[in-house]
């Protein structure tokens, strides 16, 4: 009887340490990343009236870079690099003045654009993968260069009635993203990628009373790339 009963144990033992195996090589592992699209600035940011915060920021472009690390079957590490060139919306700032000057004289404007540095690490939620698909949810803090472009605003009749140099300032960072990465091979596959990022970064204004301006930043990339399991 014991003769009998070695084959079904020894099936069983061979399944579970099949299944471990397989189960270790899913849950810990590691990914990289490479992705780029648009990102499209919103709320104070994006607003187009002479207020306190608005930044008058129009969609622009960037790069990101993403690592992952798999700690389990439903948690890992992340870690990201991205930059991102967001534009200054020159006519709609111009429009302001125009309303405000009752259209008096000619007005023009030049600026440069809005550019974000950031390097940010967190944690990641996954599902697990269905039919050679995952889905992450992407929790990071970190920290970010934000460039203010240069700003000139020249009138026929007044002459150069407002100006801000290009600064660099530092701030911290939050971000929150979906991923859905998508396996074409067992290590290759494309990845869909949206995320929003948000800082307030102080910038220097020397024609101000205050000598600096808090600026919130707040934009969201929507990208697709390249994902790579190492």
Known sequence: M?????????????????TLVTAQKENKKSLV??????????????????ENYSGFAAPGANIEIDFFRYTGRFFGLSANIGYSNIFFNEKAYKSEYDRILNNYGKTAVTAGNYQMLKGLIGLILKIPEIRNAELLLVFQLGGSMNVHPDLLVTNSELGEINS???????????????????????????????????????????????????????????????????
């Open 2 to 18: 014991l003769n009998h009963m070695k084959k079904p144990v020894l099936a069983i033992l061979l399944i579970l340490v099949t």
């Open 33 to 50: 990343g490479i992705n780029s699209g648009i990102s499209i600035p919103f709320d104070d940011f994006a607003d187009k009236k002479m």
């Open 164 to 230: 801000v140099k290009k600064d660099t300032e530092w701030s911290t960072m939050s971000n929150t993203g979906i991923k859905i990465n998508y396996y074409l091979t067992e290590k290759y596959g494309i990845s869909l990628n949206y995320n929003l990022n948000f800082t307030k970064p102080a910038f220097n204004d020397e024609t101000s009373v205050e000598q600096t301006f808090f600026l919130p930043v707040r934009y969201q990339n929507i990208n697709v790339g390249l994902v790579i399991n190492l």
